[in-house]
């Protein structure tokens, strides 16, 4: 940008306050040919005075080297120089000046030349930031924290930089001399002082002498790329060349933007304590009218603001005692009355604007002015309704099972102290034991086990008379405590106990309990001793039914997994049916054979613990559910374990994954630890699976299925079982 300024016009640099500029003009001979006031002043002297002398005059002896010097540096090179020295003031006494120069030539080639100076008496420091030497740029403002800088504006670009910057944004005086503006501030700060220029730059051409300084706060991009608040204060100035120069100091102010923003946050953060703090509050004029309540108050009565504003506290919040129903005493009217503060009592609560009670305690505390005077009443509510609640379900679980709502052993222990009087006998003790709860927990999980607790627990409570203390004893016994109760009484109880449960199934599985019964007649027995008996009792009916129930819940899984899943039926068939002609073809007895067509039946029972939509997927499994499928041995190991008679066919159906090379599931089995019908199964399985349509899986011939078998000897197939399955099920001659 050019821009023209009468000669005459002289500028007025700042560093914290104004400092006075002066100009002064010379030939080639060194005569000062104009000098304006400011100059004189500085000089203690009059411009006529000062016009025509040579300059040496009024320069220091010890410091005319430096100024030769530089003036002649400033002949060789046209460029500016800026320098410190010393002048000779009319009365004699020494004037600190640092000066900047500038050569213009005439029309002969001869350069006049310009100088501009300021007293560096009483901030030396901060004015050595008009140009920079290379010998004096090390030390301007060393000891101020601010960057101090000088912006060329006809030049575009910098021309000083004070050391700071190095300190502040991580570049070194050089470097930074490198940059543009731009480049050393973030896109909206340098919009900012772009707007700012475009804006004021006419002001300082009309008129210079007026000085103006202009404050802003901007981010400034460090050397790292991290960006830092900045305060820059700047103005506007003429060099002696008259080209527009912006000072400027830079300060840093990320730590007070930091604090501006905490106290922000702070504010904010009371005001929401107040808005949307949890406990109601409710303020009040000298006169008991609501004049504030914040969200927590409303929603607590169930007014809107506007419901109660203007309103009497006692007409719209009605305090009572929940236990006794009276009215409490309004706590606002006492503390305007008493002018102390109100705590309310235990069992306090309010009624709500539907009618509604809530548990809740509050205080009342006044509101003083500066006089002591009160102005109003604050009212703190908190809803303990929850709380209640609360205390109300530990009170509960203390004495009830949380899984039924039946009693439990504790209250049990509790209260049959206190019912074992003579005035009840006789006293009849039903124990019973869910059938098969293990079992269930361990194939359909444990949320099918706690049903199966919550129905059985269910048809109990219902079975027994208001009177009789049911009781969870533990995690499958239930205690039935029947006073007043003879044992044939006790024994049609416990019929019409079983008989709900007949007919009722968890996953097809029947729901079933095994119970024991005995009976206090003499109020000499002991209570304990009855327990025990009906115990015994109990473990005694389990342990005959327990072979019965395994046998009937197997059969029931095998019916259910079969019925839901058809292909799995003709899976099992025709994997029993190759299981029975290897076991034949390898000369194993005839009982053995039966069992492993049993085996060969079952080996995959497991899978009806498995959840369906994983076993149907069309695509492949993700790693969890590989994962899932891979239980489907151990559960049918567990399943068929539930009868004492097939336990070798669990073991069987457990280790038909195994491999004879060590590299199986679940156990990692050594071939010579894998049960034979389980090694039978594996081949009879996989041969069945290559081999017969599926909706996912691409079918094999049979000699493509025997290539593969015969691939897999040694390493998961056992070898000479492989073979008679080959050769003497399959009847596969290799052509000779």
């Given at each position: ?214 404050v802003n706060e901007i981010k400034q991009t460090c ?136 548990h809740c305690e509050y205080t009342a505390s006044p ?370």
């Amino acid at each position: 940008m050019n821009c023209f300024i009468d000669e005459q016009s002289t500028a007025c640099f700042d560093l914290n306050d104004l400092i006075p500029v002066g100009h002064i003009t010379m030939d080639p001979q060194g005569i000062i040919v104009e000098v304006d006031m400011v100059a004189a002043h500085l000089i203690g002297s009059h411009c006529d005075t000062l016009v025509n002398m040579p300059i040496a005059k009024i320069i220091s002896f010890e410091d005319l080297d430096i100024f030769y010097h530089h003036l002649w540096k400033l002949y060789e090179t046209g460029n500016f120089h800026c320098f410190e020295l010393c002048m000779i003031k009319s009365d004699g006494t020494n004037l600190f000046i640092f000066m900047q120069a500038a050569a213009a030539p005439d029309s002969v080639g001869a350069s006049t030349v310009h100088i501009s100076f300021f007293e560096t008496n009483t901030q030396k420091e901060a004015l050595r930031v008009l140009r920079a030497s290379e010998e004096k740029n090390r030390i301007i403002a060393e000891n101020n924290p601010d960057i101090i800088w000088i912006y060329n504006m006809n030049q575009k670009r910098y021309i000083f930089f004070s050391s700071q910057i190095q300190n502040l944004l991580g570049y070194t005086v050089e470097e930074a001399l490198t940059l543009s503006m731009e480049s050393l501030m973030t896109p909206d700060s340098y919009t900012i002082l772009s707007e700012q220029f475009s804006k004021t730059l006419g002001h300082f051409v009309i008129d210079p002498e007026t000085p103006r300084k202009y404050v802003n706060e901007i981010k400034q991009t460090c050397k790292n790329g991290k960006n830092i608040w900045v305060e820059v204060v700047t103005q506007y100035q003429f060099n002696p060349l008259h080209e527009i120069e912006v000072f400027g100091t830079t300060r840093k102010i990320t730590e007070q933007k930091e604090a501006e923003y905490k106290l922000m946050k702070e504010r904010e953060l009371v005001r929401n304590m107040l808005l949307f703090l949890p406990s109601g509050i409710i303020l009040t004029d000298d006169l008991g009218i609501v004049t504030f309540v914040n969200s927590a108050a409303e929603h607590l009565s169930g007014y809107g603001i506007n419901e109660v504003n203007g309103k009497e506290y006692d007409k719209i919040f009605e305090s009572f005692n929940l236990l006794t129903k009276e009215k409490q005493p309004n706590p606002v009217r006492y503390v305007l009355e008493t002018g102390k503060c109100f705590s309310s009592v235990q069992n306090s609560g309010l009624i709500r604007k539907d009618g509604t009670e809530i548990h809740c305690e509050y205080t009342a505390s006044p509101i003083p002015a500066n006089d002591g005077k009160i102005t109003g009443v604050v009212v703190a509510v908190r809803d303990l309704t929850k709380e209640y609640e609360l205390e109300t379900e530990i009170a509960f679980s203390d004495c009830h099972d949380i899984l039924t709502g039946l009693f439990n052993r504790r209250f049990w222990d509790q209260e049959i102290k206190r019912m074992d009087t003579a005035d009840d006998l006789p006293i009849s003790i039903i124990m019973g034991d869910i059938n098969s709860l293990k079992q269930v927990n361990d194939v359909f999980g444990r949320e099918k086990g706690d049903e199966l607790i919550i129905r059985i627990a269910g048809i109990i409570e219902s079975s027994c008379r208001p009177e009789d203390l049911v009781t969870r004893w533990g995690g499958d016994e239930f205690m039935i405590f029947l006073p007043k109760t003879s044992v044939s009484e006790a024994g049609r109880i416990m019929e019409r106990i079983l008989a709900n449960c007949s007919g009722t199934q968890i996953n097809a599985i029947p729901v079933g309990i095994a119970f024991g019964m005995d009976t206090k007649t003499e109020a000499s027995e002991i209570l304990s001793d009855v327990i025990r008996k009906a115990e015994d009792s109990m473990y005694i009916v389990k342990a005959k039914e327990y072979e019965r129930n395994g046998t009937e819940i197997i059969d029931t899984i095998a019916h259910r997994h079969f019925e839901n899943d058809p292909y799995e039926k003709q899976h099992a068939k025709r994997v029993s049916t190759l299981c029975t002609k290897i076991a034949q073809a390898i000369g194993l007895p005839e009982k053995e054979v039966e069992k492993i067509s049993m085996e060969g039946l079952l080996h995959d029972i497991g899978k009806a613990g498995i959840n369906k939509t994983i076993l149907q997927k069309p695509g492949s499994l993700t790693q969890e559910e590989r994962k899932a499928v891979s239980l489907h041995s151990e559960i049918g190991y567990k399943i068929v374990g539930l009868s004492q008679n097939m336990i070798d066919i669990g073991n069987a159906i457990r280790a038909h994954h195994e491999r004879v090379d060590g590299k199986g599931y679940p156990n990692g089995m050594q071939s010579t630890d894998i049960p034979v019908g389980a090694k039978i199964i594996s081949i009879a399985d996989s041969y069945d699976t290559m081999t017969c349509q599926t909706l996912y899986r691409k079918i094999m011939s049979k000699d493509e299925a025997i290539v593969e078998i015969r691939r897999n000897e040694g390493t998961q197939f056992d070898p000479e079982i492989a073979e008679a399955f080959i050769e003497k099920v399959l009847q596969f001659r290799v052509p000779g």
